[in-house]
T-cell receptor, first 116, second 111 residues
Framework: GAVVSQHPSWVICKSGTSVKIECRSL??????MFWYRQFPKQSLMLMAT?????????EQGVEKDKFLINHASLTLSTLTVTSAHPEDSSFYIC????????????FGPGTRLTVT | RKEVEQDPGPFNVPEGATVAFNCTYS??????FFWYRQDCRKEPKLLMS???SGNEDGRFTAQLNRASQYISLLIRDSKLSDSATYLC????????????FGAGTRLFVKA
């Protein structure tokens, strides 16, 4: 149980285009999902917390107009990187809290974004 | 001071060795604790939760000392496949829950 999928697994796009990444909880409902970014050899960095039916909560320094998050259902959250630039190239990972006492997070397989 | 601090790495050990990772957390409102492993260019995967009484899963033993705000992970009989980055993760109760990740400790197990 507690499987999280993410799509696409990798994407290459040109500067100025927008990219949408989907995160789905496959066998449980997730009222809260999280979006992280990880640069090579660096730690995970939390970008935002996605709440079903309400606005996402963004971490300090993360532009909400650039990284649009929509959590329209209990099993799906999307992250759209708008007007992508090469510096947005990174590994984007979503996670969801599985129901249970420990509030552990399960991660999607990640999306590797390369902006040329 | 970071909220969750881990041993600086990397750890280089031979196959069969026992290796211990340490982690300290600063927030006394921390409620639940986990170890994750992350392979290169992959997502973190939950290795085990950490309980106050200590818990074991095969070659892996996790311990929690709430008084000292300290968590450990012991790996016995290291395998080549144990090579990864090990992340200490803490959930802090702040109304809801806030998850704090340690920076990770890199482990290399060599033949």
């Amino acid at each position: 149980g507690a499987v999280v999928s993410q799509h696409p697994s990798w994407v290459i796009c040109k500067s100025g285009t927008s990219v949408k990444i989907e995160c789905r909880s496959l066998d449980f409902q997730a009222t809260t999902m999280f979006w992280y970014r990880q640069f090579p050899k660096q730690s995970l960095m939390l970008m935002a917390t996605s709440n079903e039916g309400s606005k996402a909560t963004y971490e300090q320094g993360v532009e909400k107009d650039k990284f649009l998050i929509n959590h329209a259902s209990l099993t799906l959250s999307t992250l759209t990187v708008t007007s992508a630039h090469p510096e947005d190239s990174s590994f984007y990972i979503c996670s969801a809290r599985a129901p249970g006492q420990g509030y552990e997070q399960y991660f999607g397989p990640g999306t590797r974004l390369t902006v040329t | 001071r970071k909220e969750v601090e881990q041993d600086p790495g990397p750890f280089n050990v031979p196959e069969g060795a026992t290796v211990a990772f340490n982690c300290t957390y600063s927030n006394s409102a921390s409620q639940s604790f986990f170890w994750y492993r992350q392979d290169c260019r992959k997502e973190p995967k939950l290795l085990m939760s950490v309980y106050s009484s200590g818990n074991e899963d095969g070659r892996f033993t996790a311990q929690l000392n709430r008084a000292s705000q300290y968590i450990s992970l012991l790996i016995r009989d290291s395998k080549l496949s144990d090579s990864a980055t090990y992340l200490c993760v803490v959930n802090v109760k702040t109304g809801g829950f806030k998850t704090i990740f340690g920076a990770g400790t890199r482990l290399f197990v060599k033949a």
